[in-house]
């Protein structure tokens, strides 16, 4: 059967990752979250002292970008997790301080350059679900099915308030809603690759669905393009 490039881009916590996990794992297809590579660059460059409240070292982040290798690996349930030079950040990389400062490093072309060599590398083969901002402007712009997901503001962060309180994070629901338009706002305006809805992408709006309907409208979406018949 032939296997095909699924891109999915959309508005932060829409469960983009959810249900792309869910396709990869039901296609045997590879999954790659590329929003983990940016919040894995992000806590680089806040270990590294290069980013914080109220300075941002452009350049000294550039610098140091040969010295960040990411690479994911399946832990023993089989979920692919990220590891920063060697070391498992997976749950590092999810916190609220990591997403209060990865959008203003997802602005630099520098970064984006490194990342998107590695996703097109990682799909080359096909067989691929990817998620993001500008997979299916710039990463794989001519993958075979393209979806742009969104929500209502309020509907994302309550999502993402209830994933993170259950981690044990000590937040508040305002911050989160903070959080997530703010993103929002500079991932959609950036200069380099913006967060936009491609030509020849589906959009699904998921504030009233669930996700196991989400899943099978995904799932008939992709069925029908390995299929031929779209
Ligand atoms: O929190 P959520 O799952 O919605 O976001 P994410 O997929 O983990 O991405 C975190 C941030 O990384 C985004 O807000 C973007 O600033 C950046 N990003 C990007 O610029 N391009 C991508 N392909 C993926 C993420």
Do not use: C, W
Request: hydrophobic content about 40%; glycine content about 6%.
């Amino acid at each position: 059967m032939r296997k095909i490039t699924i891109a999915i881009d959309g508005h932060s916590s829409t469960g983009k990752s959810t249900v792309a996990k869910q396709l990869a794992d039901y296609l045997g297809y590879i999954y790659v979250d590329s929003g983990a590579m940016y919040r894995a660059v992000t806590l680089f460059a806040l270990r590294k002292g290069f980013i914080s409240e109220n300075h941002f070292e452009t350049h000294k982040l550039i610098q140091s970008l040969s010295e960040i290798q990411l690479e994911f690996k399946k832990n023993k349930e089989g979920k692919a997790e990220i590891y920063l030079n060697g070391e498992n950040v997976e749950k590092q990389i999810r916190t609220l301080e990591v997403s209060e400062f990865v959008s203003p490093i997802a602005t630099v072309s520098e970064v984006r350059k490194k990342l998107v060599e590695q996703q097109q590398q990682m799909g080359k083969e096909g067989g691929v679900v990817m998620d993001g901002r500008d997979i299916t402007t710039v990463v794989f712009p001519n993958a075979e099915l393209k979806v742009f997901m969104t929500a209502s503001a309020e509907v994302r962060a309550n999502r993402r308030f209830h994933e993170l309180k259950e981690r044990g994070d000590v937040i508040t629901l305002e911050k989160v809603l903070e959080n997530v338009t703010e993103r929002d706002t500079i991932d959609a305006n950036r200069k380099d690759s913006p967060l936009t809805i491609a030509n020849d992408a589906i959009v699904i709006d998921n504030s009233e669905t669930n996700q196991e309907d989400q899943f099978h409208i995904l799932l008939q979406l992709a069925k029908d393009r390995i299929a031929g018949r779209v």
